[in-house]
């Protein structure tokens, strides 16, 4: 049966580019209704006693907000030249996972906790490597001074969520890992391929805070046991 799209909360403009311009349909500014959204979203929390992780999911202040995003340097253990959010595993000495992807972004970016308007945290997921994360979403102001750190990082780019909100997939990537299967979609933009667990957190934010309606298997970890 074909499975009809919601429709989003916001539609694009009918002007030409690559990145339309979106009007809110309730003329919500993007970043309030996310606010909203985000206020009464209970994200799902797992109990896997796993070592964990934190993630920045980083948006600027602007009428089309853009998402912070990395390139891991080549020269790394795990996760070389991938793109990825700020963040990484908690320190002994982190208080919590809040502090752990705000110190990471830090390290990475150079970005002051202090500009970080901290809105919530999204669901937990299991990373390939058995860490469990925590992205945390947040808006700093637009036109930031970043600087990726050579020792982590190959670059730093930003993308418009609109650009995501177009559901401009190039692929959807069949995984199997450890006898399960992820559908997840991946997106090119410029030279930069976004997929895998980033773009998987990418979609659970958009769907959540702008009803996308973009369709995705859930990740085995999100599965209901049966009863």
Known sequence: MHRKRRSPAFVFACEPGYHESIIPRNRIPMLELLRRRLASYRPRQLQTGRPQAGVLIALT????????LTRRASHLSTHQGEVAFPGGKQDNTDPDLLFTALREAQEEVGLDPALVDVIGPLGQVMSKHQLQVTPWVGVVPGG????????????????????????????????NFRGMTHYVPAYQYGDYIIWGLTAYMLVELLNVGFDAGIPMKPRPEHQQAPA
């Open 61 to 68: 202040d602007e009428s089309d907000p853009k998402v912070i």
């Open 144 to 175: 930031v001074r970043l600087e990726p750190n050579p020792h982590e990082l190959e670059s730093l780019f930003q993308v418009p969520l609109s650009f995501f909100l177009e559901d401009r997939r190039q692929r959807t990537d069949v995984i």
